[in-house]
């Protein structure tokens, strides 16, 4: 009974089909085409949007509490993630200054960013030629009417229905394959921006918070270094008090011959 449902169902696509003409044929195929595509993409967004970074358990709390490796060892759960790659570019970069990781994580954003955008241009396509294959299919329908009432005038409406159907199915095709295809893409692309987004603004923070991190220590041997150097000072005042001490001494002594001479 399923063998016969299945067989009496694809004969009816396939009844369509023929029935749309030429025009169909294409429509359907660039319809699927882009649909692979819009598939492809959302795994792929999925996949970059990685684990939670503010909420319960995230990134900052795991960082706050248990400290870098524990926070990173979280996010290499899911190691596509956008902000994982811009955070690992700041680890990694991190010994050679602010400029080497601005610069690295300038590069794995434009990589990023290409990579997601990649197949987008192509949906968008799909979905705004499938309208007007419809329209061409339309077109065509009328082209075979026209012919057919020439050849055989009005008298058969059975032979008419051929042309007009070939135009109904076709722009209905066209317009069925598109509309979803481009809510779909326009949801697709306003996330794809929010994760970039989010990801840029948390990899910057956490840029901040490292060598803000990295900072407080030199500062802390600054500190000791301008204590240091001030014994110097304290010594040389030591040395001038110890300087001072002949200059007594001379003159208990010039006190001492002048008594001599008196007596």
């Not at 910057?204 to 014994?231: C, I, M, W």
Request: with cysteine; hydrophobic share 40%.
């Amino acid at each position: 009974m399923e063998t016969v449902n299945q067989i009496s169902v694809i004969e009816a696509a396939m009844a369509i089909v023929f029935r749309g003409g030429w025009v169909l044929a294409p429509i359907f195929i660039l319809g699927w085409f882009g649909w692979f595509l819009m598939i492809e993409r959302y795994g792929y967004y999925f996949m970059l949007r990685g684990g939670n970074i503010n909420g319960l358990g995230g990134f900052w709390r795991t960082l706050k509490k248990n400290g870098e490796d524990a926070a990173f060892r979280k996010l290499e759960r899911r190691r596509y993630g956008y902000f994982y790659a811009l955070a690992s570019d700041v680890r990694r970069y991190r010994d050679q200054g602010p400029v080497a990781v601005r610069n690295a994580m300038e590069e794995t954003r434009h990589r990023i960013s290409v990579s997601l955008s990649r197949s987008l241009r192509t949906i968008s396509t799909c979905a705004a030629i499938a309208p007007m294959l419809g329209l061409l299919g339309t077109v065509s329908g009328m082209v075979h009417t026209f012919e057919t009432i020439q050849l055989f005038g009005f008298g058969n409406p059975v032979l008419l229905a051929d042309g007009i159907s070939e135009a109904l199915l076709t722009t209905q095709a066209g317009l069925l394959m598109a509309f979803p295809l481009m809510l779909a893409y326009n949801f697709l692309s306003s996330r794809v921006e929010n994760v970039e987004k989010q990801a840029w603004s948390e990899a910057l923070k956490y840029e901040s918070y490292v060598f803000s991190a990295d900072e407080s220590h030199p500062g802390v041997n600054n500190a000791t270094e301008s204590s240091s150097q001030s014994h110097p000072g304290v010594n040389n005042a030591t040395e001038g008090s110890s300087q001072s001490h002949p200059g007594v001494s001379e003159t208990s002594d010039g006190i001492h011959s002048e008594n001599s001479e008196v007596k």
